[in-house]
């Protein structure tokens, strides 16, 4: 089993993010497409984890967004 573990089983990317629904969950501005108003925010709307934590980057999306 330890062969196929990967960073495809890391919290990011979890949401792709796109310009239309077809091709993706939700835009730029992390609105969820298709929605009137609901929001997704976390690790999960980054393509992929870095070399580093994520953690403070998520913050900063929440910031972002709640403002």
């Known amino acids: 089993w330890i062969n196929n573990v990967g960073d495809m089983h890391h919290q990011a990317g979890g949401m792709i993010r796109s ?8 835009d730029d501005n992390l ?5 009137e ?5 976390g690790a ?5 984890s ?3 934590n ?3 980057t998520s913050l900063a ?7």
Not at 19 to 26: H, N, S
Not at 31 to 35: I, V
Not at 37 to 41: L, W
């Open 50 to 52: 870095s070399y580093g």
């Open 19 to 26: 310009k239309t629904a077809e091709e993706g969950v939700g």
């Open 31 to 35: 609105k969820l497409h298709n929605t």
């Open 37 to 41: 108003n609901i929001y997704v925010c």
């Open 61 to 67: 999306l929440t910031l972002r967004l709640a403002d």
């Open 54 to 56: 994520i953690t403070l």
């Open 44 to 48: 999960c709307v980054m393509p992929t």
